[in-house]
T-cell receptor, first 114, second 117 residues
Framework: DAKTTQPPSMDCAEGRAANLPCNHS???????VYWYRQIHSQGPQYIIH???NNETNEMASLIITEDRKSSTLILPHATLRDTAVYYC???????????????FGKGTLLTVNP | GAVVSQHPSWVICKSGTSVKIECRSL??????MFWYRQFPKQSLMLMAT?????????EQGVEKDKFLINHASLTLSTLTVTSAHPEDSSFYIC?????????????FGPGTRLTVL
């Protein structure tokens, strides 16, 4: 899988949009961009994924640059419960036999402040 | 999304005892499950890949005789920490892979907090 680079931490005011960047300059054509988050003492939670078009669901929006070398996860109205570590991972969901391994980097600790 | 459960959610044990953690995929069959370990303020580290009906594949540096993995059915994998010591205290997270015609996703359990006294 291509490597990703994320800032170690970010702060956001409650009610404002949180924009979390991710660089993945070596992403290959078949790899999607996935975002997970991990709230303290819980398992990772899937947020969203996309290939090249922007995506939106009930949790967040994902903006992928045209060259696909970077992306931004947007939480439109951050709440205190959105405080978590956010992981950006690139992978090809159509590949990987029994030996495929999903690995996590250090992610971005987003702290939403009142 | 699919649901993965873990049991117990937390456990405290004495040094030298063995602890078994269960991971279940509740609404899908998972031929492959993964076990991760997470120490405080660190990211998830993959310990092993568990395939139903075969031996688990361990990551470098993970002792297979200490962390016994059994994946006897398509919905259950177990991790047994044998002769646990305080340094084994950690947050253990399992993940199950859902596959459909070559497309796959991973879903994570809520984690198990192990404290070895």
């Amino acid at each position: 899988d291509a490597k990703t680079t994320q800032p170690p931490s970010m702060d956001c005011a409650e009610g404002r949009a949180a924009n979390l960047p991710c660089n993945h300059s070596t992403i290959s054509g078949n790899e999607y961009v996935y975002w997970y988050r991990q709230i303290h003492s819980q398992g990772p939670q899937y947020i969203i994924h996309g290939l090249k078009n922007n995506e939106t669901n009930e949790m967040a929006s994902l903006i992928i640059t045209e060259d696909r070398k970077s992306s931004t996860l947007i939480l439109p109205h951050a709440t205190l419960r959105d405080t978590a570590v956010y992981y950006c991972i690139v992978r090809d969901p159509n590949s990987g036999g029994s030996n495929y391994k999903l690995t996590f980097g250090k992610g971005t600790l987003l702290t939403v402040n009142p | 999304g699919a649901v993965v459960s873990q049991h117990p959610s937390w456990v405290i044990c004495k040094s030298g005892t063995s602890v078994k953690i269960e991971c279940r995929s509740l609404d899908f069959q998972a031929t492959t499950m993964f076990w991760y370990r997470q120490f405080p303020k660190q990211s998830l580290m993959l310990m092993a890949t568990s395939n139903e009906g075969s031996k688990a594949t361990y990551e470098q540096g993970v002792e297979k005789d200490k962390f016994l993995i059994n994946h006897a059915s398509l919905t259950l994998s177990t991790l047994t920490v044998t002769s646990a010591h305080p340094e084994d205290s950690s947050f253990y997270i399992c993940s199950a892979r859902w596959t459909m015609r070559g497309y796959n996703e991973q879903f994570f359990g809520p984690g198990t907090r192990l404290t070895v006294l």
